[in-house]
């Protein structure tokens, strides 16, 4: 039976140890010193490289792999009267002569609270022939006064470059051909664990060998298919129920189960929300040619008031699918929420509503009801061509509803560009404002009624107004006017808006953009 390729090339030195190079420098210096600790919490992501790391300071002390190291996985070994076994045996195992004797103790955060309080007289003072080395995903789980008594170093996850340099490697060693855009989404979707990387790239060749290529990924990871997710945006924006439906049971027929689904509508808008918002983010751009192409014509369905909505219903998803008697229907109503939003009751899906009574569409051109605009439009250019030479005064931008509902794009560069050009006291003002603008392209600038000064301050200030006005008709090409309103509980509605945002980051696991 051939080795499994994370076993036939896990690292055997400090040096070939990807990815952890503050881990393995501090090591290597302890190692030099002689003066390695004598108990270590290693915490990290899955896969990359504590155990490993572990065994090779054994090695390195040159303990035999038989007599001197000791793996137990505290998972499955996690009661106290396993922990008074281990605490007997330590003293009575002998080691090779001369050598230190290392004790890995996997899982460490799964021993239970006797257990972990039954180790700790032995952690802290043990033999002088015995290194404890723990490992945990959850360092938050072990007890402080296990945490105190060891030298905690944290691993990180490990980045695409690097994951994509080793499957090379890996593909070169075992003549497999492998192409570039298949080895960059296999490390996009280890989440920077190296172990994964190399069992899916192992799972891919085995699979579908030298010719496999992104649909055949997405068959092994249990993905919907991008033309299949963009089958999905167009039914959402036509409302058309029945052609969403069977999409889900032809994807039911192929295996996928409704959490498969769920994780690959999950990933599309989160990556829709990393393009609106951060176009430059790693999250982004790893993902592959083909996804990107999907996003960016998914984004031309979807404004951020339209995504807002979405990643509210998404989350509520998120949270409660696990327990729902029936996933599959939990599914097609999250679903048929997204395409009938007269079915939610939430705030925002009341505010599309209103935008959909209002004929407020983010078709793209080409559709039906484009196309019937489009017509209208020429019966009447000839009237709107004579309207406008007889007035013969320059026409106001009118915004589309796409650009009102991005509008929460377009205010943070705005607020970069004031930090740019306007003093600091000019800018600050701007900062502690909340932007709205309606559908007749007025920003109403919003502020706490007790802040007197502000509201003084940028009713007489035209400057600021003219700054921002110019800055959203470059950036937006739309003419807005400016109105300042005082209002009750501002800081709360602030409040609100930001808990939105943390909640988003927390759902997908999105760091602070500030």
Same mark, same amino acid.
């Given at each position: ?51 490993? =790391? ?33 605490? !007997? ?30 180790? *700790? ?137 409704? =959490? ?5 509508? $999950? ?17 982004? *751009? ?31 998803? +998120? ?35 209103? !935008? ?6 983010? =078709? ?43 509008? !929460? ?21 701007? $900062? ?15 502020? +706490? ?66």
């Amino acid at each position: 039976m051939q080795e499994a390729f994370y076993r036939k090339y896990r690292p055997a030195s400090l040096e070939e140890l990807v990815g952890q190079s503050d881990a393995v420098q501090l090591i290597q210096q302890q190692v030099k010193n002689d003066n390695l600790s004598h108990a270590y919490l290693f915490s990290g992501p899955r896969g990359v490289g504590k155990t490993s =790391l572990a065994r090779i300071i054994a090695t390195t002390l040159g303990c035999d792999p038989v007599f001197d190291i000791t793996e137990i996985d505290a998972a499955s070994h996690n009661k106290v009267d396993d922990i008074r076994d281990l605490n !007997d045996s330590i003293n009575f195992i002998a080691s090779s002569p001369g050598n230190k004797r290392v004790f890995i103790l996997d899982e460490v955060h799964m021993l239970s609270n006797a257990a972990s309080n039954a180790f *700790l007289k032995t952690l802290e003072e043990p033999p002088a022939h015995v290194i404890f080395i723990l490992a945990t995903t959850e360092p938050d789980r072990v007890l402080e006064t296990i945490k105190s008594r060891t030298t905690h170093i944290a691993f990180k996850r490990i980045s695409n470059e690097e994951i994509v340099e080793t499957l090379t490697r890996i593909a070169k060693s075992e003549k497999i051909k492998i192409g570039d855009e298949i080895l960059k989404y296999i490390s996009n979707q280890s989440e920077g664990s190296l172990r994964d990387a190399i069992n899916l790239f192992e799972q891919t060749h085995n699979t579908f060998g030298d010719k496999a290529n992104i649909d055949d990924l997405y068959n092994i990871l249990g993905k919907v298919s991008n033309a299949d997710m963009f089958k999905i945006i167009e039914s959402i924006n036509v409302q058309d129920t029945s052609e969403v439906l069977n999409i889900l049971q032809s994807n039911y027929n192929k295996g996928l189960q409704p =959490l498969d689904i769920l994780n690959s509508l $999950t990933g599309l808008f989160r990556n829709i929300f990393y393009f609106k918002y951060l176009p430059d983010d790693v999250n982004y *751009l790893n993902i592959s040619e083909n996804e990107k192409d999907l996003v960016k014509n998914s984004n031309e369905y979807i404004n951020a008031r339209e995504l807002s909505r979405i990643l509210d219903i998404l989350d509520e998803l +998120n949270q409660s699918i696990q327990s729902a008697p029936s996933q599959e229907l939990k599914l097609e109503l999250f679903l048929i929420k997204l395409i009938k939003p007269e079915l939610a009751s939430d705030i925002k899906s009341i505010s599309r509503r209103v !935008d959909l009574l209002e004929g407020e569409s983010t =078709l793209k051109p080409g559709s039906k009801k484009v196309q019937k605009v489009t017509q209208d439009t020429k019966e009447n250019i000839e009237d709107k061509t004579t309207k406008k030479k007889i007035s013969e005064e320059p026409s106001t931008p009118k915004s589309s509803p796409k650009d009102i509902g991005n509008f !929460d794009v377009y205010w943070p560069k705005v607020l970069q560009k004031a930090k740019e050009e306007l003093t600091p006291r000019k800018y600050s003002y701007l $900062t502690l404002v909340s932007p709205e603008i309606d559908d007749q392209n007025k920003l109403i600038l919003l502020i +706490n009624k007790e802040n007197e000064y502000l509201i003084s301050e940028l009713n007489k200030s035209s400057d600021i107004k003219e700054f921002i006005s110019s800055c959203i008709a470059k950036m937006m090409g739309i003419s807005i006017s400016i109105e300042i309103k005082a209002i009750d509980g501002t800081s709360e509605r602030l409040v609100s808006e930001n808990g939105f945002q943390d909640n988003i980051n927390e759902v997908f696991d999105i760091k602070s953009m500030d």
